[in-house]
Each structure stands twice: as C-alpha cells, then as structure tokens.
C-alpha cells in the first residue's frame, strides 16, 4: 500500500509532513539526503521493504473506519494531497478528514507498543504540526495503535510558534534548492511540549506550603479585589489625585487610576 502513481505526482517537488521532521531534527545526513532528493541527484528512499512502514500503511484504513464507526463521525478525504494556497511548495497527504462538526485532519499512526504516548508524539509533531499549516486547522486528531492494542485517539494542538520555525526553516531549504546550494548545518528545534501527564503533588512540600496559604489568603484576595474596585469608583472624573484614611489615588495622563498607600 505504497503511494499511488497520482499522490507521487502531486508530492513531485513539494516539501511534505513526512520529509520538513529532517529540517527540524537538524540531522545533517537526513538534510543532505532530503536535499540530493530534491535536485534529483538521487532518488527518494524506497520503504516499501520496512516492516514498520508497510505494517502502518496496512492499518491505516482500518484505524480510520474505527475511529469512525466507534465515534459515529464521517471520515473524508483520504489520501488527499493538499497544497497551501500560498506557498505553492508546501503540501501534505491527509490519511483523512473529519467531516462536520469537528472538520479536522486526521493522522493515523501504528508504533510498537513500549514507548510513552509523549515520545510519539514528540517524534510526530512536525507532520502534525506541517499539516495544521498546510490545511489551515488549528488542531489534527492523532490515532495511534501501541502494538495490537485498541487505537488511542489524541487532538493536538496547532503551535503557531513552532510553525513560524518549520515555515522559515522550510522556506531557506526551498531557496538553496532554488540555487543549487548545500544547505547550512542547523541546530535541532525543540518539538512543541504537549500536556499529557497527570501528577500527583502530594508529597511536595513546597507545593504543600503554596497550595495552604493560597487558600488560607483566597477570601482576603477578594476583598481586596473588591476594596480596589470600590475605592476607584468614588474618585471622581476630574479628580487628578483622591487620598484620606492612608490610601492615595492618581491618575496618570491616560486617564487610568492606581492606588497605593500614602507615604
């Protein structure tokens, strides 16, 4: 279940989810590798002789119907390359698309079953976070098969800083192709940290302290809130400056008030 003849052709060029993780990773065999392909000095690596990608690739239809059927949503698009509509360079190749209400990408994944949900998906956001660029969404649901267990179904979120350094990344590959000059070496950028765990502070004794005298100070910090709010409301609009009973209020050029005690 490699690429069809019609997706190779439009991929033909374009810089993908699949092939921008070598920009990030700062790799530079991988860019070396991913650069010679687009000069047409060599041609692209043929995986079709991985165990693990032929397994994904075989799965791939069978997480979307899951996800499908078990969700009650409809899933469209599959296989679909898409371009962004303004850099005519950049692509991606949906496994799928969730229709209405949701109307997101969705990309479907099979991983052998020992490595943290957080490592895969480290390993993955740039496809992930390529993808919400090229299609404009700002999330992507990721569906992951952890060895032979039921699919895992995870939204991520789109990082627009972390696509702001794949673009320009991506946009300086594209130029040395351009002029037939060896990209730069790059240092690693860092994946987008994603908020999966679930901690238990019990035993932290700074936590401990913080967590008693916030709530020891939560009603004061209203009525302080209050007072505040209370004390400004009676400062009329043409004073400049209101004080009495240790307390001073000026207002600065633009017309905002602060208060503070008196000296």
Not at 101 to 114: I, N, R, T, Y
Request: charged share 25%.
């Amino acid at each position: 279940m490699s690429l069809s003849a019609e997706q190779i052709a439009a991929r033909k060029g374009k810089m993908t989810g699949s092939r921008v993780g070598a920009l990030m990773s700062g790799d530079v065999a991988k860019i070396d590798q991913l650069y010679k392909e687009f000069i047409g000095e060599i041609e692209p690596e043929n995986l079709d002789h991985i165990w693990a990608v032929r397994l994904g690739a075989c799965t791939e239809q069978l997480q979307l119907d899951w996800l499908q059927e078990q969700n009650g949503v409809l899933i469209v698009r599959r296989g679909e390359v898409v371009s962004h509509p303004v850099m005519e360079w950049a692509a991606c190749t949906l496994d799928g698309w969730i229709a209405d209400p949701l109307d997101m990408p969705v990309e479907c994944k099979h991983v052998g079953g020992f490595e943290p949900t957080e490592i895969i998906i480290d390993r993955y956001q740039p496809q992930l976070q390529w993808t919400m660029m090229v299609t404009g969404t700002d999330s992507i649901m990721l569906s992951i098969i952890k060895g032979a267990s039921e699919p895992m179904v995870t939204e991520i979120k789109r990082s627009d800083e972390y696509i702001t350094q794949m673009t320009e990344r991506a946009n300086a590959f594209m130029l040395c192709v351009a002029l037939r000059t060896p990209p730069v070496e790059v240092p690693a950028i860092p994946p987008p940290v994603e908020a999966l765990k679930i901690i238990n502070m019990t035993g932290n004794n700074a936590w401990a302290v913080a967590c008693n005298d916030w709530l020891a100070t939560k009603g004061q910090a209203q009525v302080f809130e209050d007072a505040k709010k209370t004390i400004k409301s009676l400062v009329p609009e043409d004073a400049a400056r209101a004080f009495g009973h240790g307390i001073k209020v000026t207002r600065d050029r633009r017309g905002a008030l602060h208060i503070r005690e008196e000296d």
